[in-house]
């Protein structure tokens, strides 16, 4: 589904173990890391979604150096199909590569800006999901 500007846009760094989530409006085009969730916690991303109201929704898609797909491609797209079904939004996949070395390298000017402590990093997964974000929104949305 094509993307639509009239909401918020909650975006995902998909993992096996935690699913980071980050929110974003198209007209500022700026994103913010909300939180880390457990991967099998549907509850949590239920409330996120109920609180909210999101228009879109945003995937990140692990692919290898060479845009190839990986065994994690197919467990993002599978989370996709996944949030489509139960939240019947527009569900949006968008390239990740780079996110988690980007995400590091906010954490670590936060860090040394006074902004955030060691035990923040656990929201890293978070941050990844902002910059997946931010991405998505610099390439147009789409």
Not at 37 to 49: E, F, N, S, Y
Not at 74 to 90: G, S, T
Not at 129 to 134: E, F, K, M, Q, S
Request: net charge neutral; charged share 25%; hydrophobic share 45%.
């Amino acid at each position: 589904m094509p993307a639509t500007p009239d909401g918020p846009t909650l975006a995902f760094d998909f993992g096996t173990r935690c699913i980071g989530v980050a929110i974003g409006h198209p007209l500022g085009g700026v994103a913010r890391a909300l939180r880390t969730v457990a991967t099998d916690d549907w509850a949590a991303l239920d409330a996120l979604v109920a609180d909210w109201q999101p228009s879109n929704l945003v995937v990140g898609l692990p692919l290898a150096l060479d845009g190839g797909e990986q065994p994690m491609s197919k467990r993002a797209r599978e989370f996709a199909v996944a949030l489509e079904k139960r939240y019947a939004r527009n569900v949006h996949l968008a390239d990740e590569r780079g996110s988690s070395q980007e995400a590091a390298r906010r954490f670590a000017r936060r860090r040394a800006d006074g902004a955030a402590r060691r035990k923040d990093a656990a929201d890293i997964d978070a941050l990844a999901a902002a910059v997946i974000l931010d991405q998505w929104f610099a390439h147009g949305g789409a």
